[in-house]
T-cell receptor
């Protein structure tokens, strides 16, 4: 299958700081990438859809000013958690859409964010 | 609306079979199955498109009943490596390519 690299895998930060997470498609061009949030033992909740060269589309209830998404190239999307607080602590996972026709998504390994 | 998976958890011994179900209240275009191990990325298993098809992947296969908007994942002669959380992701005509994931089914295979 196609490979998506996500970095960093784990980050610990102080409350009030900003954290950037990178998501790269290594062997395919992902015009669309998705950002998910996953709480322990729970499902993947879609936060936003990131389209190369345009503004991201956020799901209802997701603060766009808090979770900044940039998709500047066909292989890179970034999620910046601004002014992070303890309640933002979670597992964040990105995916790249490999097949437009079938909407097959390949996932990155995820980023564990802990805000102290 | 989130698809409903059943059962929530399954415990097996090596070699036993299991079935995981995924049901939706919406008319589906496709169903995607993923397996996630703790702390790792979900791994794509297979996709089933509208049309009631059945597909196989090693000893793991799946079916999609379009009339019932239900998909089932079949794991036969389970191996230790099958342990993990299985998610179904559904796509309907109004989802604009997005997937909505079920709550997951935890599968544990013991020696």
């Amino acid at each position: 299958g196609a490979v998506v690299s996500q970095h960093p895998s784990r980050v610990i930060c102080k409350s009030g700081t900003s954290v950037k997470i990178e998501c790269r498609s290594l062997d395919f061009q992902a015009t669309t990438m998705f950002w998910y949030r996953q709480f322990p033992k729970q499902s993947l909740m879609l936060m936003a859809t990131s389209n190369e060269g345009s503004k991201a589309t956020y799901e209802q209830g997701v603060e766009k000013d808090k979770f900044l998404i940039n998709h500047a190239s066909l292989t890179l999307s970034t999620l910046t958690v601004t002014s992070a607080h303890p309640e933002d602590s979670s597992f964040y996972i990105c995916s790249g859409r490999y097949s437009l026709a079938k909407n097959i998504q390949y996932f990155g390994a995820g980023t564990r964010l802990s805000v102290l | 609306q989130q698809p409903v998976q059943s059962p929530q958890a399954v415990i097996l011994r090596e070699g036993e079979d299991a079935v995981i179900n995924c049901s939706s209240s919406k008319a589906l275009y496709s169903v995607h199955w993923y397996r996630q191990k703790h702390g790792e990325a979900p791994v794509f298993l297979m996709i089933l498109l509208k049309g009631g098809e059945q597909k196989g992947h090693e000893k793991i296969s799946a079916s999609f009943n379009e009339k019932k908007q239900q998909s089932s994942l079949y794991l036969t002669a389970s191996q230790l490596s099958y342990s993990g959380t299985y998610f179904c992701g559904t796509r309907d005509s109004a989802s604009y390519g997005k997937l909505t994931f079920g709550q997951g089914t935890i599968l544990t295979v013991h020696p």
